[in-house]
């Protein structure tokens, strides 16, 4: 027989538990010295006759036995004292206990803490009520942390219903659960009861009702959010408004759609104020269009001939130019001015600025010159009538405005050019006899028109030959730059006018304006683009007086 025990034979431990009345005692000791909840015994005075290690911690106590025989208003302050004492009468009067109150407990010090707080009566072996005792669990951070939502949930809604945007929470059927101030008032509603549960439907229920449901839908079933769409708006009768709205789905933590959040801002002034910006800017292209082409009849449709009356091809003078506008309206012009028969005017000009302003000038300028008459013979006087025109708009208007000009008489008797220049870009002789070009430049520059006043501007005079080609132009050409920023210049222009020799005044303006294109990499220049030639033939071709005499 084997002298193993039989696995049906009971073992004995080597400490046996205890039994009945030690037992229960054991257990007691245990939850009083592990547990963390604070746990008490009182008597019929609510003199206190056990307490657990936990309570006596928190009052800082070293030991349990220091808190004997005291009562709450030993330990708490009597605002919470009173109250505790009469719970416990309470229950030792009714029995009835009192389960998880959570109360605020304010100690001697005036510090504050929160408990769980069940107490219940201690009844003895007989059933008779002995006293109370009761379990606190600490609730304080709970506590706070509840404090503080509720302090963010006031701030939100504070924020929600000062907002000036409509602000409203719906749930999966489109059923309104919150609605801020705003949005209840567009609803012609005092308060939230009277929105909840309720759908757009119930307020507005034409079309466009139907349309903000169905964008609802939209959100709640695809989860696809509606960002800063412009809708028509529900306004009272006929008027017509406009909201720029928001639909974004609202997630539970584990991100199922539980219903949609809606803002929407009223745009209607803005939509209003947009409509008539549009019909103004509508009306002011429309007065740019007719002012472009009032701007571009001044454009010589023929140019003149020397003298007159003879063919285009036996003028002694012959003209090409090309205006290529960077705006709809340009601030850069020419003029060709029919002295008598042996002499020209050419006026090369360039206005600050673009557009209406730009082109208002041009319009003065020419007309100032168209005025002058025989008095334009004299370069000096022509850019000072300009300057004196352009100086009255600074005192009046505090603006500054200012023009570069280039005026030049050719007289085919003499073959001579006299001019004058107010600060433009020095124009070019290509000379027929050497092949070389002169420029037509000063040492001392003389400042554009409408900068000083009252200025005296000085004639200068050179010789033209036939077969020689002026070539006047604005800054747009030797301004215009490449794609790293490097311009025209001066140097390149030459050096095109130098390779052109035996080309036309229109050859050149074709050719130059095709270099320029090449050059930038655009046909639409960053500004201004006005060129102008002549051509001195030295053709003589006398216009013979017809008589009707009989």
């Keep these: 027989m084997s002298d193993l025990p039989s696995k049906n034979t009971p073992r004995s431990p080597a400490h046996p538990l205890p039994t009945g009345a030690a037992l229960d005692s054991s257990i007691l000791r245990v939850l009083m010295d592990t547990l963390p909840d604070r746990i008490y015994f009182k008597d019929l005075e609510s003199r206190f006759v056990r307490v657990n290690e936990a309570y006596a911690r928190w009052h800082g106590f070293d030991s349990p036995a220091s808190i004997i025989g005291k009562t709450d208003h030993d330990l708490f302050a009597a605002v919470h004292a009173d109250v505790a004492r009469t719970e416990e009468e309470a229950i030792i009067r009714t029995g009835v206990p009192m389960v998880a109150k959570v109360e605020k407990l304010t100690m001697k010090d005036g510090s504050v803490a929160w408990g769980s707080a069940t107490k219940m009566a201690w009844r003895d072996e007989s059933g008779r009520i002995i006293g109370t005792f009761g379990v606190t669990r600490d609730a304080t951070a709970a506590k706070l942390a509840e404090e503080r939502l509720v302090e963010e949930r006031n701030l939100l809604r504070t924020i929600i219903d000062h907002l000036p945007a409509r602000v409203y929470v719906k749930d999966t059927a489109s059923r309104y659960l919150l609605n801020n101030v705003a949005h209840l008032a567009m609803l012609g509603l005092e308060g939230q009861e009277q929105a909840t549960g309720r759908t757009i439907l119930d307020f507005f229920s034409n079309e466009r009702g139907r349309q903000a449901f169905s964008d609802d839908r939209q959100v709640l079933e695809t989860g696809t959010p509606i960002l800063n769409q412009e809708k028509s708006d529900f306004g009272a009768g006929s008027q017509l408004h406009w909201s720029l709205t928001t639909k974004v789905p609202l997630r539970d ?180 006899a050497t092949g070389t070009v002169v420029r037509l430049s000063s040492e001392d520059p003389e400042p554009a028109a409408g900068l000083v006043a009252n200025f005296g501007y000085t004639r200068r005079e050179c010789t033209i030959e036939p077969g020689d080609l002026f070539l006047g132009y604005t800054d747009g050409v030797i301004e215009a730059p490449d794609a790293a920023g490097q311009i025209y210049g001066d140097s390149r222009l030459i050096g095109f006018l130098q390779d052109s020799i035996g080309q036309s005044g229109e050859e050149v303006c074709a050719r130059l304006v095709r270099d320029l294109a090449t050059f930038s990499g655009h046909s639409i220049f960053e500004d201004d683009v006005c060129l102008v030639t002549l051509e001195c033939t030295g053709l003589v071709c006398p216009v013979q007086t017809v008589s009707y005499e009989i």
């Excluded at 933590?253 to 910006?277: F, P």
């Excluded at 008598?340 to 000038?361: E, I, N, P, Q, Y």
Aim: aromatic share 6%; proline share 6%.
């Design 253 to 432: 933590l584990e991100q199922h759609i539980i219903g949609l959040v809606g803002i929407s801002h009223d745009i209607t002034r803005r939509k209003l104020a947009e409509e008539e910006l549009q019909r103004r800017t509508n009306e002011m292209e429309a007065d740019v269009r007719m002012a472009r082409q009032v701007q571009e009849t001044f454009l010589p449709r023929a140019y003149p001939v020397f003298p007159r009356g003879v063919p285009a091809e036996a003028s002694a003078l012959r003209f090409a130019h090309r205006y290529i506008p960077a705006t709809t309206l340009g601030g850069d012009f020419f003029d060709i001015v029919q002295l008598s028969d042996t002499k020209c005017g050419v006026l090369v000009c360039d206005v600050m600025g673009h557009g209406v302003r730009a082109g208002l000038l041009t319009a003065l300028i020419r007309g100032v010159v168209g005025e002058l008459g025989e008095r334009a013979e004299n370069p000096a006087h022509v850019l000072a009538e300009i300057n004196h025109s352009l100086a009255p708009i600074l005192e009046r208007t505090g603006q500054p405005v200012f023009a570069t000009a280039f005026f030049g008489v050719f007289d085919t008797t003499t073959n001579t050019l006299s001019y004058g220049n107010a600060g433009h870009p020095s124009p070019l002789i290509r000379r027929a």
